[in-house]
């Protein structure tokens, strides 16, 4: 059965959006069979996946709603050799749909039962916010991987993302646990980014991921062209981060979960 991971952080400009799709790209290199889900309305791991938007018949709405099965609005990655969930604008109508849909929270969970067993991981790019959406990602995923700029604020940020999850673990999905922090855009001259860096470790131990992002323009520039940076330029810093990333994250899963507990 496919674990679930969603990828979330309720601040923005994070690099959520570019840590799931260059994290799926990257397990797809290991030969991980692996589906990202577009759950935010803007539509930005959709075309950074190589898919336009624009174009979209079938999207994460039409599975959301129960309208369509997830097999039939599913779209493989032109490049990257994973499955993409994809999304537009349209998403932003579930929003209002979903305060009235039966079983409301539990939607996207109900979607994705009868493709668990195809992938081995499934990653939800989450909106950058605490709305429907986010809550039905969080109630279908088995963990959440936080991607953290290193700065002052993202501290606090953190907190009250940790507060949700333990609100949603007790209240709603009790398998929901800590996949881990992920530290991006992070450069190692700046001594606030090594104190916040410093600090995050102090607090949450080894749910720290030993690899870190850095600020990197080849990362910067991928999406522009449809691509996950190990695509574009797959010896960049950015590239070789992610697939340091992804064999970590992988290698906390084998050959227990022990390791990932929250």
């Known amino acids: 059965m496919g674990r679930i991971i969603a990828v979330a952080n309720q601040k923005g400009g994070v690099g959520k959006t570019t840590t799931a799709v260059n994290t799926a790209a990257a ?10 889900i577009d759950l935010d309305p803007q539509g930005n791991a959709t075309m950074g996946s190589g898919i336009d938007k624009h174009l979209l018949e079938k999207s994460t709405l039409d599975a959301l ?8 609005c599913v779209r493989r990655a032109p490049e990257a050799g994973y499955d993409v969930l994809p999304s537009n604008s349209d998403l932003t109508a579930a929003e209002v749909r979903l305060l009235e849909a ?6 996207l969970e109900l979607a994705l039962a009868p493709v668990r067993d195809i992938y081995e991981y499934i990653l939800i790019d989450c909106p950058p916010s605490l709305n429907m959406l986010t809550l039905n990602a969080l109630v279908a995923a088995d963990s959440v991987l936080v991607p953290l700029q290193t700065e002052y604020y993202a501290l606090e940020g953190l907190s009250a993302l940790m507060s949700t ?3 949603i673990r007790d209240h709603r999905n009790p398998r929901l ?8 855009m992070h450069d190692p001259r700046n001594n606030l980014d090594n104190q916040v860096s410093a600090q ?10 030993r690899t870190m992002i850095p600020r990197n323009v080849r990362v910067a520039e991928a999406p522009s062209h449809g691509l996950p940076v190990m695509l574009y330029d797959k010896s960049s810093r950015g590239a070789i981060s992610y697939m340091a990333l992804a064999s970590e994250m992988t290698r906390r899963h084998i050959p227990s979960n022990s390791n990932a507990s929250a």
């Open 27 to 36: 397990m797809a290199a290991m030969k991980r069979r692996v589906l990202l």
């Open 165 to 167: 999850v333990q609100q």
């Open 65 to 72: 709603m129960g309208e369509l099965p997830v097999s039939d």
């Open 200 to 209: 995050l470790i102090q607090h949450f131990g080894d749910k720290v991921f």
């Open 177 to 184: 646990e800590m996949e881990g922090i992920v530290r991006t």
């Open 102 to 107: 039966p079983l409301r929270e539990k939607r």
